[in-house]
C-alpha cells in the first residue's frame, strides 16, 4: 500500500501555530488522535494507521516544533519560560485542531512525548477525551522524582537536551542525521531495521533542520520546568484522568526495568486501567505494529 494512502494532508491552523495533519480513515466512525514522540513525526504511525483506517476517523499530527507543523520563534528569556513548548500549550493545539475538524470527543494514543502531551490533554481537557493510550512511558513527574544513576544514563537525553541553549543545538546539528540514527537504533531496540524507509527518510528530511532541533530542546527542556510546575499544581488539586486508560510498554525497555506503569498510571487515574508489557524495546508501534494494532482496537472498540 502506499504511503498514507487515501490520507489527506495539510496545514491547519490553530492559535498562533500551523500543525500538519493527516487526515483519514472512515470519517462515519469514532474519531482518533494518534500522537509521535521525539526525534519522529506523524510518520511513525505509518504502518498502525494502515490497519486502523477501516474502524476510525484518523488524525495524525506533528506536534508543534517538530516536522511540518510551526516552530515557535525562541522566547525573550527561554532560559527562564518555556510556555510555548509545554504540554499544556501543545494540548491545547491538539484540542483546538480537533475541534476545527469536526471533532468534539476523541480517543487519544500517544507515544513518548506524544504520550506524555496526551496525559496533558487528557488532564486539561476531560470533556473532550473519550479514552487514553500511552506507550512506553510513566508521568514525568514521576520519572524526574525518582531519578538514580540507572535512569540518568539510560535516558542521558533527558539531560542532555535541556542543557542550555545553544550547547546541545550545535553539537546535534553538527550532524543531526547521525544523533537522530542513534537515538532510534538506541532504547533497546533492534537496530534500525523496524523502521520503514519512508519513515526514515522523513525523520531525515524533518529533524536535520536548525529550527526542529532547537524545537525539540525546548519541548525537553519544558519537560523539565514549566510541566513539572503544571503536574505538581494538577496533582495538589487531586485532578485525575477521568477517562480509562491503556498503557503499553516494552520489555526490553527502559520504562519495564525501573518502573511499575500500572501502578504509577492508576495512581493518576480515577477510571479503570490496562496494559501489558509488549516484546519490544521503546519504538513499540514500529517495531511490534500488528500487537499494536490489536491491542488498540480491543481497548478503544469496546
Known amino acids: 500500500m502506499a504511503w498514507f494512502d487515501g490520507f489527506e ?3 491547519h491552523p490553530v492559535g498562533d501555530v500551523e500543525l500538519f495533519a493527516r487526515t483519514g480513515g472512515d470519517r462515519s466512525k ?18 498502525v ?3 486502523l483506517a477501516a474502524d476510525f476517523a484518523l488524525v495524525i499530527p506533528d506536534l508543534r516544533g517538530y516536522g511540518d507543523s510551526t516552530k515557535p520563534l525562541p522566547a525573550a528569556t527561554p532560559e527562564l519560560d518555556h510556555a510555548q513548548h509545554s504540554k499544556r500549550a501543545m494540548a491545547a493545539d491538539l484540542a483546538a485542531l480537533m475541534r476545527s475538524l469536526g471533532h468534539e470527543r476523541f480517543a487519544v494514543v500517544g507515544h513518548d512525548r506524544g504520550g506524555r502531551v496526551a ?4 488532564l486539561d481537557h476531560p470533556e473532550r477525551v473519550a479514552r487514553l493510550a500511552v506507550i512506553d512511558i510513566v508521568p514525568t513527574l514521576d520519572m524526574y522524582e525518582s531519578t538514580d544513576m540507572r535512569f540518568a544514563s539510560w535516558y542521558y537525553h533527558w539531560f542532555f537536551l535541556i542543557q542550555p541553549a545553544p550547547l546541545p543545538e ?4 553538527a550532524d543531526p542525521s547521525f544523533y537522530l540514527r542513534w537515538c532510534l537504533g538506541g532504547l533497546a531496540s533492534p537496530g ?10 522523513e525523520y531525515e528530511r524533518c529533524f536535520g533542520r536548525a529550527d526542529t532541533i ?14 513539572l510546575e503544571h503536574d505538581r499544581a494538577s496533582r495538589a488539586a487531586g485532578a485525575k484522568v477521568a477517562c480509562e486508560m491503556l498503557v503499553l510498554w ?7 526495568r525501573l518502573y511499575e506503569p500500572l501502578d504509577l498510571w492508576r495512581a493518576q487515574c480515577a477510571a479503570t486501567v490496562e496494559g501489558e508489557a509488549l516484546a519490544a524495546g521503546h519504538f513499540i508501534p514500529e517495531e511490534l505494529p500488528d500487537d499494536t494494532v490489536t491491542r488498540l482496537r480491543t481497548f478503544l472498540g469496546r
Open 49 to 51: 494507521a494502515r490497519e
Open 250 to 256: 516494552g520489555t526490553r525497555g527502559v520504562i519495564g
Open 170 to 173: 550545535r553539537m546535534i546539528g
Open 192 to 201: 534500525l531495521g523496524f523502521v520503514e524507509p519512508e519513515a526514515l527518510a
Open 214 to 227: 532547537h524545537a525539540s530542546c525546548e519541548d525537553y527542556r519544558a519537560s523539565a520546568s514549566i510541566d
Open 9 to 11: 494532508s495539510g496545514l
Open 119 to 122: 496525559h496533558r490533554l487528557a
Open 30 to 47: 469514532p474519531a482518533l488522535l494518534l500522537l509521535h514522540g521525539y526525534p519522529q513525526t506523524h510518520a511513525m504511525w505509518h504502518r
